[in-house]
């Protein structure tokens, strides 16, 4: 077994006297083989790290206290019993920590902004769901490290207000025909056919009725793959049917009566990545 560098931190608190320097130099002349370095502790007392060789944690552990405690006590400095802890860390990791910023990225309510891609305003509202990320409130506004912020804006964040999208799995031909609705009520031309295996979709689809943006499919058998599609489009609420208004069927050829008319839900709008046009044209976010 090959041993490994490990760096061992000894933490000596609640110290009253700083020990003079001939004292620190001489400690330092005596761990000088294991590269010694020597500084103040949060607590008020001295750090003592070193970098020893061994074949496990414990015992670079093991041997770095009792170094470091014997060549205390040899300089009259410390008692065994105003140790406050230590640490034991491979030399990958001291270096990684070491390569860290002393003070990590932080974000205002600008930052936060650019980084969830919204406006100020929409920011502001966050607030309650980034309170985990919150370093400090300044009078100028909350402070959050910028790297909670960029989590929560891959993982958890929608920009769509009040819509929280969770992703439904669907088989190709559920995704084709949940496609052919996008198309028909994005107001676009719905493709004749579709990707090879989806024949199915195409075939059902006989045109677009009402405001030009729902599909009359024809009827189909309760055992057909577009049926068992269709059913769970409606399970998961992403689509609504109706039958043919009876209105509707003097402008069709005999046959159609029992035909299908569907449409996409707000839902269903939302898992297909697009929206409702409104009377003018133009496309009405969905906000709920």
Do not use: C, W
């Amino acid at each position: 077994m090959n041993p490994t560098t490990y760096n061992v931190r000894v933490e000596y608190g609640d110290v009253r006297e700083t020990p003079p320097d001939s004292v620190i130099a001489a400690v330092h002349e005596d761990l000088d083989r294991y590269d010694v370095s020597i500084g103040s502790s949060p607590a008020g007392g001295l750090t003592v790290r070193l970098f020893l060789d061994a074949d496990s944690p414990v015992d670079a552990g093991t041997r770095g206290v009792e170094y470091v405690l014997g060549t205390l006590l040899k300089h009259d400095i410390f008692h065994a019993h105003r140790m406050t802890g230590f640490e034991v860390i491979t030399e990958e990791e001291f270096d990684r920590r070491l390569a860290e910023p002393l003070v990590p990225e932080l974000a205002g309510m600008t930052e936060v902004a650019q980084i969830t891609g919204t406006t100020t305003s929409r920011a502001s509202q966050l607030r309650a769901k980034l309170a985990p990320y919150l370093v400090q409130e300044l009078a100028s506004g909350p402070v959050y490290l910028a790297s909670g912020v960029r989590r929560f804006a891959e993982n958890d964040y929608n920009r769509t207000p009040g819509v929280r999208r969770t992703e439904i799995p669907l088989s190709p031909i559920e995704r084709a025909l949940l496609d052919s609705l996008a198309a028909a009520a994005a107001g676009t031309e719905v493709a004749s056919t579709t990707a090879a295996g989806h024949q199915a979709v195409a075939q059902a689809i006989e045109g677009v009725l009402g405001n030009g943006h729902q599909l009359q499919l024809h009827f189909q058998p309760a055992d057909s793959e577009v049926s068992a599609a269709l059913d769970t489009l409606l399970e998961h609420g992403l689509v609504r049917t109706r039958r043919i208004y009876k209105k509707e069927t003097s402008t069709m050829a005999a046959g159609h009566e029992n035909d299908l008319v569907v449409s996409l839900t707000i839902k269903g709008q939302r898992h297909a990545g697009t929206s409702t046009p409104t009377t003018d044209g133009s496309a009405q976010e969905n906000d709920r």
